[in-house]
Every structure is written in structure tokens, then in C-alpha cells.
């Protein structure tokens, strides 16, 4: 198994910056995660959720959303608090798919076989979210260009609506007037704070950015974990997504938490108990698409 940096540049944008876990032989295909809110590539145990795929043949990709608060000299600390600021939705979807596209590219490093091998999307969080989005936008757009779509779509704790994540009331108001409505990052003590461009961003793509209809469109396989436990996700967020997938998987993980057991820092040298019971039945669902394609 490597483990290898991956870097995609983009004309007047930020590049997008993540990491590989590669297989020591041929790939089964490749896996794209995305991190959640006010997370990173590299928290808790997403490392180990990746040697975990290469150590069973797959192509790990995870990356940074380029506004997610850290920089690439430090992608583990919220230093770029503008940046944070000014993320939208829309501009996660768009990193999300520009990756998609990368990776059925002729001649991908470091395989160049992987254009014609299954590639799955895969988010935790508000990143499942994205994923369900870009699984269906990216698919489509791959089909048009003669090319191999999204085989499938994975998430882990994933919300289903945008929408009902923002404030509303008073507190909507108040935050159109002062053009900033403030977040705390309990873990770090930090004040984060979100642009009223944020909303506004949504407001103006709200049929682009609507998880149901992408959910629904999406013919691929879905693959939905979710923890009877999660505070911060409700599980009818995972209910919701297996009614609307044309072909869904649902796994509903008893007194599971958001994080299925992982923390920031992770110190352990393996995975939480549940987080592993989660990525194993995520692989064997992988595996079961590769015996029916």
C-alpha cells in the first residue's frame, strides 16, 4: 500500500489539494471522500478508513474542500478563517465534481486504467450531502461525454436537505442585516463565523443544490450508514435518502454515533469498533457492485 499526495490545479481557483491510498496491486476502482463540516481530510480516523480501503484492493482519494478553514501548510488547523467565511454549497459541488472528472481522465496518475474501472463518491456529513449532488451531476455529465459515469454513491451520516440547516426567524434576519451569522467550533474554542453570501449563494442554485431530486436521479447503486445515536444528523435524514435512491442500501448502526466512535485527535492505531463495522459493510457493498456489473 502508498500513501501519495494528490493535487489538482484549476484556472483562477484554488487548487485542491488530498491524499491517495493506493492498493500494492491492480485497483478495484477508486473511492472520492469528502469530509464534513468543520472538518478536514485528515480528522479523527478518515486515515485509517483509507489504508483500510487500499488494504482490500480499492483506490482511496480523500481531499480538502478548498474553504473548509485549513491551508495545505496546515491541514489540520482553521487558520483561514476568510476562507471559511466565504464557502458556499455550490462551490463544494463544484471541487467535488471537478475531482470526479479529473479521475475518468485518460491517462489519471497513477493509473491509468482507472477511466474504465468503477468510481464511487463517498461523504460523511454535510460531505454526503455534497456527494449526492456530485454522484448524480457528474454521472450525467460523464454519460454526455461518452464516458464511464459514478458506479456508485456512499454516505456515512449524511444529511438529505440543505435547506433546513440554516436559521430562520430572527435569527435569519439578523443575519441578513449584519451579513455574518456566527459559529463556534466547540473542539478548537474558535469563533467561526458565515457570510451572508452563503445564503444568499443557496437561494440562487436551490434546485441545483436540492440533495432529493439529485438522490432520485441518480441510477446508480446507494450505499446509506447512519447511527441510531447521531445527535447532530438525524436518522430520518438516512430514511429519506433510501426512499428517494433508485437502488438503495440501507444501514441503520445501533447506538451509533455522527462519528461512528472516531474523535479529533485520533491517537488509536486502528479504527473504532464502530467506524470499523461501518467501513467493512461499506466494502463488502463495493464488492457485491463489482459481481453484478
Request: net charge negative; proline share 4%.
Amino acid at each position: 500500500m502508498q500513501a501519495l499526495p494528490f493535487l489538482l490545479e484549476r484556472a483562477n481557483e484554488r487548487p485542491i489539494h488530498g491524499r491517495w491510498h493506493l492498493p500494492s496491486a491492480d485497483a478495484k476502482g477508486t473511492v472520492l471522500f469528502l469530509h464534513g463540516y468543520k472538518g478536514y481530510m485528515d480528522w479523527g480516523a478518515w486515515g485509517y478508513v483509507g489504508d483500510t480501503f487500499a488494504q482490500n484492493g480499492w483506490r482511496f482519494l480523500r481531499i480538502n474542500f478548498t474553504h473548509n478553514g485549513t491551508t495545505a501548510a496546515q491541514p489540520k488547523a482553521f487558520v483561514d478563517l476568510e476562507g471559511f467565511a466565504a464557502n458556499t454549497y455550490s462551490r463544494e459541488l463544484e471541487e467535488a465534481t471537478a475531482v470526479l472528472h479529473a479521475l475518468r481522465e485518460e491517462g489519471t496518475w497513477p493509473d491509468p486504467t482507472a477511466t474504465s474501472k468503477p468510481l464511487s463518491i463517498m461523504g460523511h456529513s454535510r460531505g454526503g450531502g455534497i456527494a449526492c449532488l456530485a454522484a448524480a451531476e457528474a454521472d450525467n455529465t460523464l454519460k454526455r461525454q461518452g464516458k464511464q459515469g459514478i458506479h456508485s454513491l456512499i454516505t456515512w451520516a449524511a444529511v438529505a436537505d440543505f435547506g433546513s440547516r440554516f436559521p430562520t426567524g430572527a435569527a435569519l434576519k439578523n443575519w441578513e442585516q449584519s451579513g455574518e451569522l456566527e459559529v463556534i467550533n466547540h473542539r478548537t474554542r474558535q469563533r467561526l463565523w458565515h457570510n451572508w453570501s452563503f445564503r444568499e449563494d443557496f437561494e440562487s442554485q436551490t434546485r441545483r443544490l436540492n440533495i432529493e431530486q439529485a438522490v432520485r436521479q441518480f441510477s446508480g447503486r446507494t450505499f446509506i450508514a447512519h447511527g441510531t445515536d447521531d445527535a447532530a444528523v438525524d436518522q430520518t435524514h438516512a430514511e429519506r435518502l433510501a426512499t428517494w435512491a433508485q437502488h438503495p442500501t440501507l444501514m441503520m448502526g445501533e447506538e451509533m454515533g455522527h462519528t461512528f466512535g472516531a474523535k479529533e485527535p485520533w491517537t488509536e492505531p486502528v479504527l473504532p469498533p464502530a467506524l470499523e463495522a461501518i467501513t467493512q459493510t461499506t466494502l463488502h457493498f463495493l464488492e457485491e457492485g463489482r459481481a453484478v456489473q
